[in-house]
């Protein structure tokens, strides 16, 4: 929409269509909307578009509709709503499964918001944290609809007090232990093994794509993003990450919000040969829908070098790893890095381990966090500190731990514990 106050008008043309309780209808031959008269059924109302004529129904009808609406009512209005607001088509999908897994029919979204109390919703919520049992973390991320329905009640005037930032968790949550290093990142002795299969396989068979895994270990993108990467991002010592491949289920591309990027070019459609249910597409942004410059260090460079003799005649916006009239994919990546784990006899690791092997061997190194979270594309710091695993293989740990304490303590160890006249572990 163009202002807010466009903005409001199509609300306020929503609330008139679903309170109008006549067939609203284009008559082609006379190029004109016709309905009845909310008064007087056999009397016409007749205008030249549906938003002159819903206009003009508006003195007729009353708005003050909260009585009636329930939270399953509201919900496709404030879909449309939300859709208005967000860049992100995807958000739109992930609202739609969890209400369809979480809300849709269940009996508080089938009663009266106007008559929905503080105690219905404390005993609701607890109810579902309990059925689903939910982590703290999911329960934030599904309470996302019922919230932003009752905020959007409030401010079209469906009801008079919010009661839902009120509610009060009593059931426990599912506790999530958080998981370690061994499973979140590739430990040095992994890191070099997976490197030389890596190479192996692109010396045997001189494909780009095994050159894309070992150059993300050293830049740390969202496997999306590598996918993406064109000649033209190069620019001196650091890679401009600016789109992203992504992965839609073609039923998503029904959604408004998609359809619209679409058309505007925001979102590029990929080629489908195989018809699968899922599309690949480009999208010229990144997940946050900030760009940044990730530091080519010496390493990287040596690796884009290889690629560039491969590639002698690119173009800037040429796409570095499309290859053979093919797209390297988000799939295609993890099938790679599958069939290496195999050859290296380790547990399959997917693409976001490189990732959090990259941000963590960074942190283990003494490179400052914010920088991490700069590299990797973080808004928050917070998200960041959630990517740090320690990296490193038990001697190398034990290695560390021992210098942290060696210098400190070597003097009080050997004066309390080894006395002159005692024999010392070198004399034992």
């Known amino acids: 929409m163009d202002t807010v106050a466009d903005l409001e008008k199509m609300i306020e043309r929503k609330k008139i269509e679903k309170l109008h309780r006549y067939k609203i209808f284009y008559n082609e031959k006379r190029d004109a909307w016709y309905t009845c008269h909310p008064l007087n059924y056999k009397r016409r109302i007749q205008?030249?578009?549906?938003?002159?004529?819903?206009?003009?129904?508006?003195?007729?009808?009353?708005?003050?509709?909260?009585?009636d609406m329930t939270l399953t009512d509201l919900y496709p209005e404030w879909l449309d709503y939300k859709s208005q607001l967000t860049n992100s088509p995807n958000t739109i999908a992930v609202h739609e499964k969890h209400w369809n897994k979480y809300f849709k029919d269940t009996s508080l979204f089938l009663k009266p918001i106007s008559t929905i109390t503080l105690k219905d919703l404390n005993l609701w919520?607890?109810?579902?944290?309990?059925?689903?049992?939910?982590?703290?973390?999911?329960?934030?991320?599904?309470?996302?609809?019922?919230?932003?329905?009752?905020?959007?009640?409030?401010m079209s005037e469906y009801i008079q007090h919010n009661s839902f930032?009120?509610?009060?968790?009593?059931?426990?949550?599912?506790?999530?232990?958080?998981k370690s290093g061994e499973t979140q990142t590739y430990n040095s002795e992994e890191f070099e093994k997976i490197l030389q299969d890596l190479y192996s396989s692109f010396q045997e068979k001189g494909e780009k794509r095994f050159l894309a895994i070992i150059l993300n270990f050293y830049l740390g993108l969202r496997a999306g993003e590598l996918a993406a990467l064109q000649w033209g991002d190069i620019v001196e010592n650091h890679i401009h990450i600016q789109r992203e491949m992504v992965c839609i289920n073609s039923r998503d591309l029904e959604i408004d919000a998609f359809?619209?990027?679409?058309?505007?070019?925001?979102?590029?459609?990929?080629?489908?040969?195989?018809?699968?249910?899922?599309?690949?597409?480009?999208?010229?942004?990144?997940?946050?829908?900030?760009?940044?410059?990730?530091?080519?260090?010496?390493?990287?460079?040596?690796?884009?070098?290889?690629?560039?003799?491969?590639?002698?005649?690119?173009?800037?916006?040429d796409y570095i790893f499309y290859e053979n009239g093919k797209y390297m994919t988000l799939r295609s990546i993890n099938s790679m890095l599958e069939r290496a784990c195999d050859h290296i006899d380790i547990d399959t690791?997917?693409?976001?381990?490189?990732?959090?092997?990259?941000?963590?061997?960074?942190a283990a190194s003494?490179?400052?966090?914010?920088?991490?979270?700069?590299?990797?594309?973080?808004?928050?710091?917070?998200?960041?500190?959630?990517?740090?695993?320690?990296?490193?293989?038990?001697?190398?740990?034990?290695?560390?731990?021992?210098?942290?304490?060696?210098?400190?303590?070597?003097?009080?160890?050997?004066t309390f514990l080894f006395p002159h006249n005692a024999k010392t572990p070198e004399t034992l």
Not at 125 to 154: C, M, R, V
Not at 165 to 178: N, Y
């Open 259 to 317: 359809q619209a990027q679409i058309r505007t070019g925001e979102l590029e459609l990929l080629p489908n040969p195989k018809n699968n249910k899922n599309i690949y597409a480009i999208t010229n942004h990144t997940k946050t829908h900030k760009e940044r410059y990730v530091p080519i260090i010496s390493q990287a460079a040596n690796v884009i070098q290889i690629l560039k003799k491969l590639s002698p005649c690119h173009k800037a916006s």
């Open 366 to 414: 003494g490179y400052p966090v914010d920088a991490i979270r700069s590299n990797l594309g973080h808004s928050n710091l917070a998200t960041t500190y959630g990517y740090l695993y320690n990296p490193l293989t038990a001697s190398e740990s034990l290695l560390i731990m021992e210098k942290a304490f060696s210098d400190l303590s070597q003097q009080v160890t050997t």
């Open 125 to 154: 919520a607890n109810a579902l944290i309990k059925k689903w049992d939910l982590s703290s973390k999911q329960w934030q991320t599904i309470k996302t609809i019922p919230k932003q329905i009752f905020e959007y009640a409030y």
């Open 165 to 178: 930032p009120e509610i009060k968790i009593t059931v426990k949550f599912r506790q999530v232990i958080k």
């Open 47 to 67: 205008r030249k578009t549906k938003e002159e004529l819903l206009d003009a129904l508006a003195p007729f009808l009353t708005v003050e509709i909260g009585n």
């Open 349 to 362: 690791k997917r693409s976001h381990i490189i990732r959090k092997t990259y941000a963590s061997r960074l």
